[in-house]
């Protein structure tokens, strides 16, 4: 039944991605929602049970989320410290003020967070899995140059999306997601990865970063999963995506080819690998490289969001730079959510900005994280075309460009190495 559900998936992306607009109206709505439901009720129940070894959460299924306005920071402070009176095991963290505690529990966890600024505290009840582990490397340092990789998507085989490499030394490597899987770039991942492990090793992912459940985000890992899994060690999958039923109807051919073949399909390539998911405010570390979850769609639990909108945010910090990356969130709403929740907090040297980056309301934060560098994983077919300089947040990077303000590294048919 995968097979089955997955080819049907498949055959409706391409629907998706046809330029014919009567065409995608045309679908048939009402297998599309038999099908939707029965491919994300075999994603699940496979998710749920890899959480129940390997201890994650999964998008909805066993887990509550409580979300109460109106409380004071004394009101959170006093229901903390009871928390940490009564567990040993409980832990409190802050990010720009925001307050974050971590409670294991003999079957689950809860997680609770703190936003002044809204005067809202919100808590993660998870019936099964762990908390992120605090190192995902297999060491806590490796030797050797740190770099990131910004992988090009092919231009000419109509792949987009991003995909980032860090090499963190001795053969070890934190991804971000991993394009589409159109041209054959999962070779460049490899690639990228090979060159720079030592003869005789397999490339070890200590982690593998998926932001959203997006066809040119998920199908290139997926892709890469079918080709190098015995090539490749992954050891750990990190990913909050949102249950399938938080998304309208028609999103459906997307959602279940996501969830039912790409993601499910990469995690049965690598069963070994742990599947973890983030938490707003949880900070994780990679080798050297610590990891922030600055926001996940649990923020935004109970609404009915664009897919893009339910991204990961996170920041990496490695040799002293930080590098934050929004992935594809675009909305008003989240957007202004993430500057109030962090303002200048947000300040890194690197930003990644979304290949769609026309259309988005990103600018909302961007004057907070003010970087240096510009990650742009653009292809030349849009950096050509003339309406591309035309939208708020273009403007201003163009604008910034030419006033050589940032220093940016647009893809453009190119794979670009920074060192760090
Ligand atoms: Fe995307």
Redesign the pocket.
Known sequence: MHFALCELAMEQNNVLFSSDKEIRDGMDVELAARAFKEAAAVFMSRYVNKTEKNLTADCGDGVVLQVKDGVSPEEFEAYAAEELANNPSAKISEIAGNRFLSIPLPEGYRYASYFPSRQQARMVCAESGELMPAQLGEKDHYEGQKTVTQIAPNDEAKN???CYVFSLGEGHFLIY?GLGDRGGDEEKIYNVMRSVTPEGQKPVVDAWIL??P????TAGVYQFATRYANDVTVRNFVMNMAAGHRFHMKLWYEISANYACWIDGTLRAFPEAKVWKAHTGQTFSVGDARVEVLYTQEEFHGVEMPV?DT?LVTRVFLSGKSLIFP??ISGAEECQWIHDIYGSYLKSDYYQL???AWDTDVLRFYYDIDPEHMLWPLRARDWDRETMWTFPATKVYVEEMNAGKRIFHIARGENITLPL
């Open positions: 987009f999306g991003m997601d932001t959203h997006h066809f040119d985000h893009n991204s992935a594809d979304a290949h769609h």
